[in-house]
């Protein structure tokens, strides 16, 4: 499967501080030419320069949804899989049926569909205007088409929010988390998966990762993502990686030794974790 990447038209970018703590200061990540770069003073990656927000959120047109049909079903059942994973079947039964769940970067809707079936009331976010707008054609969800920054709701609205795949794309990644903390009701779970730079294939293939592209902003490891989510209020319930080695880079057995490993010991490629709201001071 590949990763969606849409080559860069004309569009404006500009130097940037660090999306986390502010700090001017950088070195390269890697030496070859990548617009990735590693913050002086706390260590998280970046793209830099980077595009301003306006022209990146252009990329996702017509061709954005094309590759998500083809890939829905995919990404689905990875999604599922992360799920698993991190107990959501416990925490959808401590809330109930009724409860509120809000997919951010959430396509055609497909995860929405499923949970509306579990009996979950769902809402969707999507940049992509046609995707967002097959969505409600197709599958009658509620689906915002535009980008979250510009996404409002009533605060403590969601029982659940969810993002897959998301979080790396956005140019204030902080400014999200700090959203989706206002948007749950307090004791509420966010739940994010996202590339882990401190993965075994990011360490292996370097510049060349399959998640090193121009669609990405900042490139998360499990540590730095654990600590942006503490900042805003969240407290972290439980964590796990996955994907040892990619797909066609070697045998299927050496492939099958290399995930169980890479999530057993935690160098997965995609780590999600799963974070609680709790109680304002
Ligand atoms: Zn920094």
């Given amino acids: ?56 959120v252009q990329r996702y047109d017509h061709e954005y949804l094309e590759y998500e049909l083809q890939n829905e079903k995919n990404f689905f059942r990875l999604m599922e899989l992360g799920l698993r994973d991190i107990g959501f079947d416990t925490i959808a039964k401590e809330i109930g049926t009724g409860g509120a769940f809000l ?11 499923a949970m509306r079936l579990r009996g979950f009331k769902v809402q969707g976010v ?17 689906i915002y088409p535009g980008p979250v920054e510009t ?28 959203k989706m903390h206002t948007l749950l009701k307090t004791g509420g779970y966010l739940i994010v998966t996202t590339p882990n730079i401190d993965g075994a294939q ?33 407290s972290v319930v439980k964590t796990k990686t996955w994907g040892g080695l990619g797909a066609g880079t070697c ?3 050496l492939k099958a030794l290399a995930d169980k490993a890479a999530k057993r010991f935690g160098f997965g490629d995609v780590v999600i974790i799963l974070a609680r709201k709790h109680a304002d001071e």
């Fill in 1 to 56: 499967m590949k990763t969606f990447s849409k080559k860069p038209g004309a569009e404006d970018s500009s130097l940037v501080p660090c999306p986390l703590c502010a700090g001017r200061d950088f070195e390269k990540q890697w030496k070859q030419p990548n617009p990735f770069v590693r913050c002086s003073d706390c260590g998280c990656v970046y793209q830099n320069p980077q595009p301003v927000r306006e022209h990146l």
């Fill in 103 to 113: 997919d951010v970067g959430c396509a055609t809707g497909m995860l929405l569909e």
């Fill in 126 to 142: 999507e940049v992509c205007e046609p995707a967002a707008r097959w969505g409600r054609e197709h599958r009658q969800i509620d």
């Fill in 151 to 178: 996404f409002s709701c009533e605060p403590g609205s969601f029982d659940i929010a969810h993002s897959s795949h998301l979080i790396e794309h956005l140019t204030d990644p902080v400014a999200y988390i700090h």
């Fill in 202 to 234: 990011a360490r292996l293939f370097g510049y060349q990762w399959r998640s090193a592209i121009d669609d990405h902003m900042v490139l998360f490891s499990k540590r730095i993502l654990v600590k942006t989510l503490v900042s805003q209020g969240f």
């Fill in 251 to 253: 045998n299927r057995v």
